[in-house]
């Protein structure tokens, strides 16, 4: 049965035994040895009830099994809904209801407090630990290692990725066969990978950058990935001469200049680094150069787009910079107020249309609307300019956003959670120089008259509802917030104010 995405990134490698992933401790899984775990798992899903279009909600370690579970919902034709591990049950219970998942894995660690949730919302509940053992493991292992691929067309629904939403509600983007499967193809092209690389994989797999850019390009090509678990500094120096390649966000870079290990030596059999998901610094780009030789390649996505830019393989890449639009990617700058498009070198908003554009969020018509154009462009919130050589660069957000270490956290929702604690009147949370994560999250709180909130509580409080990389570093009290003629809060003054509260 025809299933494009399936049959093109892994119904190609049925019966090969090249290697597909390597594993901490000199392991190492073939494509068919991960095609079968696949096919058992999709086998598995399948006598559960779950149909074509259905959601698979899955908080799993990265592992090849969280790994193998997208390859079955591909092969199924079931909708693959990964979330971050570091989610609070509070923060999976919205995206269970949300999304109407029918089936949630979760880590043995996590099933109790995601029992009445799942319950409450009709979804089966199931565990997958990061060893590969958990209930979905053991009913797998009598399953055939073959199943019936099930039919899908280019416009059915491959995944559901939630980003966080301007007014504090996630939203899930819908992500079709074709939406992906026409981004690798592009990349894989430019970047010109092949069954010889490597690729030196320490992102997560929940989000676009982990899972979709570096393994459905690996997929494709039928390379093979260094699996680590998650970043670690000393593995990625220890790994770094068996690969050809690696992707990070920019904290990567930064973690590898500030250590004295990283020298060119190390880098000799890469052949492309790249970087994405937060801006880049200018002087990373620079200094990583002066100390390896080598010129990372910057390039610009989205969860609701995947890539939309990319600087060349071949030509310069221009620091600072995130380079060309793709083929196949309209790329405009314009003007916020009007749309219509502004010429080169004005600064504007980032509007893009593609096959690799989302078709709108899930169940959300209205926020769909405000932001995916009837033509097809997409208001990316972000504001850039396009030199004379047709180079982008990403000036700033026009969205009130912030990217921490490669995360995006929207302060909306944190300032909801701070707004009823104890003591608090209002409060405003912005993003912040920091020397490690790019940005990170300040918060903000004007206490109600007469009264003294505790600060200590407050965080700790939060720690139930927010996942950890949203929490504040730091909350400080102010008198009142700055407000514009309007009464709008003026998080500009306010990120003047604290420009330098992680960097001195
Ligand atoms: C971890 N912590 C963070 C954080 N990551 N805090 C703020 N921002 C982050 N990004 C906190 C933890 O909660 C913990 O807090 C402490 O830091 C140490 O945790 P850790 O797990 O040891 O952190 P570490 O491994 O060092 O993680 C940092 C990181 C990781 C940068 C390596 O966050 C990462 O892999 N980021 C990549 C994100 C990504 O893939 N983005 C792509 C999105 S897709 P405490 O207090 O408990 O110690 C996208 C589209 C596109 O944007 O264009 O690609
Ligand atoms: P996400 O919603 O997690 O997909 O994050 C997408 C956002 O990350 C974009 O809208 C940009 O603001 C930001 N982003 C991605 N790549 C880059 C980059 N190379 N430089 C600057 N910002 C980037």
């Keep these: ?138 009913n797998a292992a009598p399953y055939l290692k073959s199943f019936e691929t099930v039919s899908r067309t280019g416009s059915d629904l491959a995944a559901l990725l939630y980003t966080s939403g301007t007014t504090g509600r996630s939203k899930g983007a819908m992500l079709t066969q074709s939406n992906l499967l026409s981004n690798a193809q592009v990349l894989q092209k430019e970047w010109r990978f092949t069954s010889q690389d490597v690729l030196l994989h320490a992102l997560p797999i929940f989000h676009t950058h982990g899972l979709f850019v570096a393994t459905n390009i690996t997929l494709l090509c039928g390379g093979q990935m260094i699996f680590l678990p998650k970043f670690d500094l000393d593995q990625l120096i220890t790994q770094l001469p068996n690969a050809t390649t690696m992707m990070g966000v920019p904290t990567f870079y930064t973690r590898l200049l500030g250590d004295a290990r990283f020298t060119k030596n190390l880098t000799t059999h890469i052949r492309l680094f790249v970087s994405g998901s937060a801006p880049l610094l200018a002087e990373t780009h620079i200094q990583f150069e002066e100390r390896t030789g080598h010129r990372i390649l910057e390039r610009y996505g989205m969860t609701e787009t995947n890539m939309n830019t990319s600087n060349p393989y071949a030509g310069e890449r221009r620091a600072g910079t995130v380079g060309f639009p793709l083929p196949g990617v309209d790329l405009k700058i314009t003007d916020p107020k009007t749309g219509k498009s502004l010429p080169n070198g004005d600064i504007g908003q980032i509007e893009v249309r593609g096959p690799n554009v989302f078709q709108g969020y899930w169940q959300m018509p ?114 009142e917030l700055p407000r514009n003629t309007m009464g709008k809060v003026q998080k500009k003054a306010l990120r003047e104010q604290f420009a330098d509260t992680f960097t001195k």
């Excluded at 957000?397 to 912030?402: A, G, T």
């Excluded at 959670?417 to 003591?423: I, S, T």
């Design 1 to 138: 049965m025809p299933n494009p995405l399936y049959d093109t990134l892994f119904g190609q490698h049925r019966a090969s035994d090249a290697v597909f992933l390597h594993l901490p401790g000199g392991l190492s899984l073939t494509y068919e040895a991960f095609l079968d775990i696949g096919a058992q798992y999709a086998g598995l899903m399948a006598d559960m009830g779950l149909t074509a279009g259905d959601r698979v909600a899955v908080q799993t370690a990265k592992s090849p099994e969280t790994l193998a579970v997208y390859a079955a919902c591909v092969q199924a034709g079931l909708v693959f809904l990964p979330l971050n591990t570091a989610y609070t049950p509070d923060e999976v219970a919205y995206f269970v209801e949300n999304s109407g998942a029918r089936l949630v894995l979760v880590e043995c660690s996590k099933r109790n407090a995601l029992a009445a949730i799942t319950e409450r919302y009709g979804a089966k509940l199931e565990t997958l630990n990061a060893d590969g053992s958990g209930s979905f493991a053991d």
């Design 366 to 479: 209205d926020k769909t609307a405000e932001e995916l154009r009837a033509d097809g462009f997409f208001i990316t919130g972000d504001l850039g300019t396009m030199d004379e050589d047709g180079y982008l660069t990403i000036v700033g957000r026009n969205k009130d956003l912030i990217i921490s270490g490669g995360y995006n956290i929207y302060p909306k929702e944190i300032e909801l959670v701070l707004d009823e604690q104890d003591g608090v009147l209002e409060s405003a949370v912005i993003g912040v120089p920091h020397p490690d994560f790019g940005e990170s999250v300040l918060g903000i709180i004007v206490a109600m008259p007469d009264r003294q909130p505790d600060l200590n509580a407050i965080a700790a409080e939060i720690g139930s509802s927010l996942a950890r990389f949203k929490q504040p570093q730091r909350l400080v009290i102010l008198p």
